[in-house]
């Protein structure tokens, strides 16, 4: 290099593991926060190959509104070359635009306010069940079951077979670095719901119901552009959907429980006064963002000062743009006092969450009911975290008085 030549920025280097083996609850969040701390707009790991984590909001916000540069045709930082397409997340425009708009429909605000009072009833039913105990597993015994239930009658998919459903979703999502070092467990989850949904799809189609309003009935005959969608995109974007309703709302609502245990004042607050849950909500989404998801680069870029490389990949993790102090006074604390809602824990962009109208009704009603009828509990034994694309509790155990 010559002295007239710029110098090109150099970023630090972290031992960053995308999966590993489930940790003491928090610790993936300090070491998000670590991140931030060490180095602004990214910092770079050696996991399979290297990729850039990029640590502030301004830099995720603006690389997940820039498809073009950055690529959704992969969202897990250490496979650049997936095997899998998930429709439509793994699109980019302008076929993504027309698969949100095929699937709109089924997550409106309309037809999730029609849900509501059904969701009510459950929410309730369930927690009935766990409190003449006295104490319970709130991740197994309600967080798991309670969304993916909702998400089973928007699917046209059977209540009885939850338990099948719900290990094969463990199979794809709740792997790690250690449970799962070739993927081999993950993509046997995979193969075990396309397979699933192939048999579901062909009795639809051999005894269509007029009057059903379900998405997998309506799938047997989806168009775009004029065009029957081909099965193989059906599964696809099927496939998506099933990770997405049994998961999300199930990890994200393991945070907020375990938040409001630990937190008396705040769980104070929501009891006297359950009008603020929807704010609640809101604030503690932001406080624990629990999506973690990655793109590839498109092109030769500088990308905040970053020497961003054709090819190269990049996780845009949720967790660092919530936490940022730069864009929100004292970031790592719950504040439901906070003005400022805003946030990215639905993502951004065109990804944006499709299923975000639902997902924050869920959130609501659980947190409504539950503290309706469980109103004071703490922690029996303090609960191990997930890593991956989507971080979640392993178990939230809990007890309290009859």
């Known amino acids: ?46 996991e399979a190959g290297g990729y850039w984590v990029f640590t502030d909001q301004e830099t995720i916000l603006d690389g997940l509104q820039q498809p073009d540069l950055w690529s959704s045709a992969v969202i897990v930082p250490i496979e650049p070359n997936p095997q899998y397409k998930w429709i ?10 027309q698969w949100r708009h095929l699937l709109g429909s089924y ?15 459950l929410a309730a039913e369930l927690i009935e069940d766990m409190h003449p105990r006295g104490r319970g597993d709130f991740v197994r015994e309600f967080a798991r079951i309670f969304p993916s239930t909702i998400f089973l009658q928007v699917m046209g998919m059977p209540r009885s077979k939850l338990d099948d459903f719900l290990s094969w979703e463990h199979m794809i999502l709740h792997q790690d670095s250690e449970s799962d070092p ?35 009935s309506a799938a047997v005959s989806w168009e775009i552009d004029g065009r ?23 990890s994200q609502s393991s945070y907020a429980l375990y938040h409001l245990a630990t937190h008396r004042e705040d769980r104070k607050r929501i009891v006297a006064e359950p009008g603020l849950i929807p704010h609640a909500v809101e604030e503690l989404m932001r406080a624990y963002p629990i999506v ?44 439901l006092d906070r003005t400022v809602t805003r ?36 922690v029996v034994e303090q609960p191990a975290e997930r890593g991956g694309g989507v971080w979640g509790l392993e178990s939230l155990k809990l007890r309290w008085a009859v």
């Open 182 to 216: 070739d993927g081999a467990i993950r993509m046997a989850g995979m193969q075990a719901v396309q397979t699933y949904f192939a048999g579901l799809v062909a009795q639809r189609r051999a005894n269509p119901d007029p009057d059903a309003r379900d998405v997998v």
């Open 107 to 121: 997550f409106s605000p309309g037809r999730t306010k029609a849900m509501k009072d059904d969701q009510h009833r």
């Open 343 to 378: 946030h990215l824990g639905f993502g951004g962009g065109p990804h944006r969450c499709l299923g975000s109208h639902l997902a924050r009704q869920e959130l609501v009603v659980l947190l409504e009911e539950w503290h309706r009828l469980i109103p004071d509990y703490e």
């Open 88 to 97: 439509p997340i793994m699109l980019d425009p302008p076929e993504h635009t």
């Open 1 to 46: 290099m010559t002295g007239t030549e710029p110098a090109v920025p150099t970023c630090p280097v972290v031992g960053h593991v995308m999966s590993p083996p489930p940790v003491p609850v928090g610790t993936l969040f300090d070491r998000m926060d670590g991140y931030q701390d060490l180095s602004r707009p990214a910092v770079r790991t050696e």
């Open 228 to 250: 029957p969608v081909s099965d193989g995109d059906v599964l696809n974007c099927l496939l998506l959907l099933f990770m997405a309703g049994l998961d999300t709302v199930a």
């Open 292 to 335: 973690q998801t990655a793109r590839k680069a498109t092109r030769d870029a500088d990308f905040h000062g970053c020497p961003v490389k054709a090819g190269d990949m990049a996780a845009f993790p949720l967790s660092a743009a919530g936490r940022d102090e730069s864009v929100y006074a004292d970031a790592r604390h719950v504040d």
